[in-house]
C-alpha cells in the first residue's frame, strides 16, 4: 500500500446535461437539496449573505469518513459556481472549486465542467483516492445530471 501524500489537485471531470443552463445552475445553486439528490452529502445548511450571489454553506459529508465541513460560495447565474474552505474537521486543509456551464450550440443541452483542488491533512492510499477521482466524482456530476434533467422536465415537458 502507497500514499497518495496529503495533496490532490486538479481533480477534473466533465459531464452533458440535457437542461438549460438556468436549471444547471439553479440545481447547483439549491445547496440545502444537496442531501436529497447526492450521496455523499448526509446533510446541508445554508446562511444567506448581503450580497444574493455569495452564501455560505455547511455540509455534513460521507466520504472516507463522516466529517463537517463549511464553505463560502459564489455565484455567477447560469455560468458558474465557486467554491472555497472556510473551516473543516480534522480531514480537509484546502478545499476550492466551481462548477462552470457551457451552453451548446441546442440551448437545452450544456456541458458541466467540475473542478477542485483539495489537500488532505493526512495521506491515504492511492487505492481509496483512486476510487475518489475515478468513481466518486463522476457519480457525483452524473446525480446532478440526474437531477437537472428531472427539474428541467418538471419546468419544461418538451425538455
Known amino acids: 500500500m ?4 496529503r495533496a490532490l489537485t486538479d481533480t477534473h471531470c ?3 446535461i440535457h437542461a438549460p443552463p438556468e436549471v444547471i445552475y439553479a440545481v447547483l445553486w439549491d445547496v440545502g437539496r444537496y442531501p436529497q439528490f447526492l450521496t455523499h452529502v448526509i446533510d446541508a445548511g445554508v ?9 455560505t454553506v455547511e455540509l455534513c459529508l460521507d466520504m472516507i469518513r463522516t466529517f463537517e465541513c463549511r464553505f463560502d460560495m459564489r455565484g455567477h447565474p447560469t455560468s458558474r459556481v465557486r ?5 473543516a474537521a480534522d480531514v480537509l486543509e484546502s ?16 456541458m458541466l465542467d467540475y473542478k477542485a483542488k483539495i489537500q488532505l491533512k493526512e495521506a491515504i492510499p492511492d487505492s481509496l483516492m483512486g476510487r475518489i477521482v475515478d468513481f466518486d466524482v463522476p457519480t457525483m456530476l ?11 422536465r418538471r419546468t419544461d415537458p418538451t425538455v
Request: proline share 4%.
Open 14 to 16: 466533465q459531464i452533458q
Open 95 to 110: 478545499h476550492a472549486g466551481g462548477w462552470t456551464i457551457e451552453a451548446g450550440t441546442n440551448p437545452r443541452t450544456c
Open 83 to 87: 467554491w472555497w474552505l472556510t473551516e
Open 47 to 55: 446562511t444567506e449573505n448581503s450580497n444574493p450571489e455569495q452564501i
Open 142 to 152: 452524473r446525480q446532478v445530471k440526474a437531477r437537472a434533467e428531472f427539474v428541467a
Open 2 to 5: 502507497t500514499d497518495t501524500g
